[in-house]
């Protein structure tokens, strides 16, 4: 996979208020990076950052690759069947095969049939990390993948996080649980206002 990830020296203003000042670093091929801070602090904020959504007031971000992006909105059809709501995703990305694999790897594949507004909180999270690797993005921005998950789910995603590095993809991870991520660069937006 080819990616790579740079912050440099940005800096983001939200509501008049700086959440982080001059913040630097660079991912390469594998390489991690664990986001933490207490509620507030701008973790989301820094995610919207590295994914283009939001303009930082100084500084540039990078990215070689494409990037996919889990957040709370899991973006699928509550009508739709998981199956069909997943492959329209990857359809776009030109993967539509990759929906079912994908659902597999997040132990869910028993759920295709079944419409996405019937899910739990903690499976409609799986299906969104579902549809993040179906993307086949190299470059991985997850705010709070781990919210709603078990501990098993939450292992899940740690060996999938694993997995991607090994193929040479990228990751940051946002969140205020813990989640182990050997080597991750660490993080730390300041304290909340
Ligand atoms: N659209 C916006 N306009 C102005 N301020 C905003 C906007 N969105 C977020 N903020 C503020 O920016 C700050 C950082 O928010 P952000 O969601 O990045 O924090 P966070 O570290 O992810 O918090 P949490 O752990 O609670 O999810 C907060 O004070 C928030 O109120």
């Known amino acids: 996979m080819n990616a790579r990830l740079v912050l440099d020296g940005v800096t983001c203003v939200r509501g008049g208020r700086t959440l982080f000042e001059g913040l630097s670093f660079v991912l390469d091929e594998g390489g991690a990076a664990l986001v933490t801070g207490p509620n507030g602090a701008g973790k989301s904020s820094l995610i919207r ?115 991607h590095r090994l193929n040479g993809g990228i990751v940051v991870v946002a969140t205020h649980l813990p989640i182990h991520i050997p080597g991750a660069h660490g993080v730390v937006i300041g304290e909340a206002a």
């Open 49 to 163: 950052v590295a994914a283009g959504l939001l303009q930082p007031v100084a500084g540039v971000v990078t990215v070689e690759g494409e990037r996919a992006l889990l957040t709370e909105a899991a973006a699928l059809d509550p009508e739709l069947p998981v199956a069909k709501a997943l492959g329209f995703w990857s359809g776009l990305d030109g993967r539509r095969d990759a929906a079912e694999a994908a659902l597999d790897a997040v132990g869910l594949s028993h759920l295709a049939p079944v419409p996405v507004r019937l899910l739990s909180t903690g499976q409609r999270r799986r299906v969104g990390i579902a549809r993040v690797v179906a993307s086949g993005a190299p470059v991985w921005l997850l705010d709070e993948p781990a919210n709603g998950l078990d501990h098993a789910a939450t292992a899940m995603l740690g060996h999938l996080i694993s997995e």
